[in-house]
C-alpha cells in the first residue's frame, strides 16, 4: 500500500492499479483506447510458483489514457472448448475490427496435441460479450497473435517469434494461397504455413510481434534477448510478410532485470503511444507485471526514436 501510494502522488505508470496487466495491446475503437492485457495472477496450489500464470483476460478503455475503466472478464480458459482446463496459459491476445465484428485472438494450450494454439472469439463490441470458437484456427501452433488489417485489403496474422500468415475475409481461418515450407525442429521435420518474417535478423528468444502500418511502411516490432533479458526491436518492409530489414531498438532492457518485455503501438488523437510492460508493483517478481505507456515518436525517414521507460508515462 505505501508503494500504490507513493507511485499515485507522483506518477501515472503503471496504468492499472488493482491487479497485475502484462502484455498490453491497444487498439482505438469507437474514438476510445480499449487495452486487452493478458492477466497475470499469483499462482494456485499445484501450479509452478516462479513461472507465468494467467487464467483469463480482461479489457479496459479510456479515453485520457489517465482513467481507465475495467469491463471485466471477456474470456476464461475453463469456458473455451478447446483450452486444457487449469491450464492457466492464456498469454498475450490481440483484438480487431473487421466486416461489423470485433474478433479477440488469444492463445492457449490445447486439450489435445500439446504445445500452444491460438483461438479466437467474436462479440458485437469491444468489451465483449465475446464467443469463443469450438476449435482453434487450424495451422498456427504457437503464441502471442497479432492481426494486421493492411491496406492491401488483407489481414495478416503474427505469432510466435515473428511467423506470418493471410487470414481469410471470414477472420477464422488461414488462406488457402499461403506459403509453406518445411522447417526442422531437432530430428523432426514439420510443415508450417506462412513466412518466418524475423528470419536472418536478430531473433533469439523473439516472441510477441506487433505489426502495423504507417506512412507506407509496414512495421514488424518484437521482444527477443539481446543479452539476458529482454528489448524491444523492429524492422521495416514495404511488403506485409516481407522480407523485413532490421532496424534497432525501440526500448531497451529493463533497468530493474525484468525478463519480459511486451508491447503495442497505436495512433489515438494525432500521437503515437508505445504501450509495454514492467514489474514496478512486484520488483521482487518479474512474472507479475504491470502495463506502462509512454509516447513514441518517428524520425523524418520513417525509423523509430529510442524510448525510455518513466514512471510519469504520459499523464
Same mark, same amino acid.
Given at each position: 500500500?505505501?508503494?500504490?501510494?507513493?507511485?499515485?502522488?507522483?506518477?501515472?505508470?503503471?496504468?492499472?492499479?488493482?491487479?497485475?496487466?502484462?502484455? &498490453?495491446?491497444?487498439?482505438?475503437? %469507437?474514438? $476510445?483506447? +480499449?487495452? /486487452?492485457?493478458?492477466?497475470?495472477?499469483?499462482?494456485?496450489? @499445484?501450479?509452478?510458483?516462479?513461472?507465468?500464470?494467467?487464467?483469463?483476460?480482461?479489457?479496459?478503455?479510456?479515453?485520457?489514457?489517465?482513467?481507465?475503466?475495467?469491463?471485466?472478464?471477456?474470456?476464461?480458459?475453463?469456458?473455451?472448448?478447446?483450452?486444457?482446463?487449469?491450464?492457466?496459459?492464456?498469454?498475450? &491476445?490481440?483484438?480487431?475490427?473487421? %466486416?461489423? $465484428?470485433? +474478433?479477440? /485472438?488469444?492463445?492457449?494450450?490445447?486439450?489435445?496435441?500439446? @504445445?500452444?494454439?491460438?483461438?479466437?472469439?467474436?462479440?458485437?463490441?469491444?468489451?465483449?460479450?465475446?464467443?469463443?470458437?469450438?476449435?482453434?484456427?487450424?495451422?498456427?501452433?504457437?503464441?502471442?497473435?497479432?492481426?494486421?488489417?493492411?491496406?492491401?485489403?488483407?489481414?495478416?496474422?503474427?505469432?510466435?517469434?515473428?511467423?506470418?500468415?493471410?487470414?481469410?475475409?471470414?477472420?477464422?481461418?488461414?488462406?488457402d494461397d499461403n506459403p509453406k515450407e518445411t522447417v526442422k525442429w531437432g530430428n523432426r521435420e514439420m510443415e508450417m504455413i506462412g513466412v518466418s518474417c524475423l528470419k536472418d535478423l536478430p531473433n533469439r528468444q523473439a516472441e510477441g510481434p506487433f505489426a502495423f502500418e504507417y506512412n507506407g511502411n509496414f512495421y514488424l516490432t518484437y521482444p527477443y534477448v539481446r543479452e539476458n533479458t529482454e528489448v524491444l526491436a523492429y524492422a521495416m518492409s514495404k511488403n506485409p510478410m516481407g522480407p523485413y530489414e532490421y532496424k534497432g531498438i525501440i526500448m531497451a532492457e529493463h533497468a530493474n532485470g525484468c525478463w519480459t518485455n511486451h508491447h503495442s503501438i497505436v495512433n489515438y488523437k494525432d500521437l503515437w503511444y508505445l504501450f509495454y510492460h514492467q514489474n514496478a508493483f512486484s520488483p521482487n517478481d518479474d512474472k507479475r507485471r504491470s502495463a506502462q505507456i509512454e509516447k513514441l515518436y518517428f524520425n523524418p525517414d520513417g525509423t523509430i526514436q529510442e524510448v525510455k521507460p518513466t514512471l510519469r508515462g504520459v499523464g
Open positions: 500500500m505505501l508503494l500504490l501510494t507513493a507511485l499515485g502522488a507522483t506518477a501515472q505508470n503503471p496504468i492499472i492499479r488493482d491487479q497485475f496487466t502484462a502484455d &498490453p495491446t491497444a487498439r482505438v475503437f %469507437n474514438n $476510445k483506447v +480499449y487495452l /486487452y492485457p493478458s492477466h497475470d495472477i499469483k499462482p494456485p496450489v @499445484g501450479q509452478r510458483q516462479d513461472w507465468f500464470c494467467m487464467e483469463d483476460y480482461h479489457v479496459f478503455s479510456s479515453e485520457n489514457l489517465t482513467d481507465w475503466k475495467d469491463h471485466g472478464v471477456i474470456v476464461t480458459q475453463n469456458k473455451v472448448p478447446w483450452v486444457r482446463p487449469d491450464s492457466y496459459s492464456m498469454w498475450a &491476445p490481440d483484438c480487431v475490427y473487421r %466486416n461489423g $465484428k470485433y +474478433y479477440f /485472438y488469444f492463445p492457449s494450450a490445447p486439450a489435445e496435441g500439446g @504445445g500452444f494454439a491460438v483461438g479466437v472469439a467474436i462479440a458485437d463490441n469491444p468489451e465483449g460479450p465475446f464467443i469463443p470458437e469450438p476449435e482453434p484456427i487450424k495451422g498456427i501452433n504457437g503464441i502471442d497473435p497479432c492481426v494486421l488489417l493492411a491496406s492491401d485489403g488483407n489481414a495478416y496474422i503474427f505469432w510466435g517469434n515473428g511467423r506470418c500468415a493471410k487470414l481469410k475475409d471470414n477472420m477464422k481461418e488461414l488462406a
